[in-house]
């Protein structure tokens, strides 16, 4: 039987991958045999990570664009169809964090959030879904968050659009499964990432974390890859708008 979570011979595109979540799942992606191609807008940490990534003997291709600009967005995509590369995984994980209580929060600082985590995921899905229905196959996995779920008091709008990220993925199953996609998300817990540096370093909220997570302890990035692999292999073909949270258990408990 031919190996079901093999990736030879497909590409993926990773949101936001020059490092942390996005570049551990697009280093998991390569070991699985994909080519991939990374995506930041700090065209310095791009090529380093592009680097690491060649240099453990993958196939990496760069492309700096903004996920959050419409006309970047199609102007990637269609470099890509200059260089002859098509898409046939997609990982929405580009994502930003922003902490403050509604009653203070800024209208801007609330939109910046949502364009960026929820938008973005429409943007990219959309250009990369079309050129896959006229290909019949293609898999879309977006990065949501345990906040799909749960919320949690100073993060609303990454809640709300980490929400609206797992119920984009159910709209998505409902219009391009018929059409060859399979779209699903992944949802994180707390993970060990720059984006969480300051929750990490801070005792009481460490205190927390391991306390409220039946794995007490905080989930490492890498711990990622293996679910992206299995979403983006043809053993879940059979899958369809569905959202996995590796999370080390703490969406199952009080
Ligand atoms: C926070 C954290 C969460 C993380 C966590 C869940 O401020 O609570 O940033 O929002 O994203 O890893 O996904």
Redesign the pocket.
């Known amino acids: 039987m031919k190996n079901p979570f093999d990736l030879s011979g497909r590409t993926a595109l990773v949101t936001g991958s020059s490092r942390g979540l996005g570049f551990a799942i697009a280093k998991g992606l390569a070991e699985a045999g994909a080519a991939v191609v990374l995506n930041g807008v700090n065209t310095k940490r791009l090529a380093d990570a592009a680097e690491e990534l060649r240099n453990a003997g993958h196939r990496v291709e760069m492309l700096s664009f903004d996920v959050t600009d419409e006309k970047a967005v199609a102007a990637a995509f269609a470099e890509l169809d200059a260089r002859g590369i098509a898409v046939d995984i997609l990982v929405n994980n580009a994502g930003i ?1 922003y ?1 403050k209580p509604m009653l203070e929060l800024e209208t801007e600082n609330w939109q910046r959030v949502l364009d960026t985590n929820l938008t973005s995921a429409f943007l990219v899905g959309r250009e990369a879904a079309r050129r896959m229905v006229a290909r019949g196959h293609g898999k879309i996995i977006n990065i949501g ?3 799909s779920d749960l919320g ?1 008091a ?2 609303a709008p ?2 709300v659009a ?1 929400g609206g990220i797992k119920m984009l993925t159910k709209a998505m199953a409902a219009e391009w499964a018929e059409l060859g996609i399979q779209a699903n998300a992944i ?5 060990l ?1 720059d ?2 540096e300051a ?1 990490i370093n801070n005792p009481q909220f460490d205190g927390w974390v391991k306390s409220r997570t039946p794995a007490r302890r905080w ?1 490492k990035p890498e711990e990622l890859a293996g679910t992206a692999v299995f979403l983006a292999s043809p053993a879940a073909d059979y899958i369809n708008g569905q959202i996995i949270y590796v ?1 080390g258990g703490m969406s199952a408990v009080v």
């Open positions: 964090q902490r968050s345990l906040m949690r100073t993060v990454y809640t980490k949802g994180p817990g707390y993970m990432t984006m969480n929750l989930g999370d």
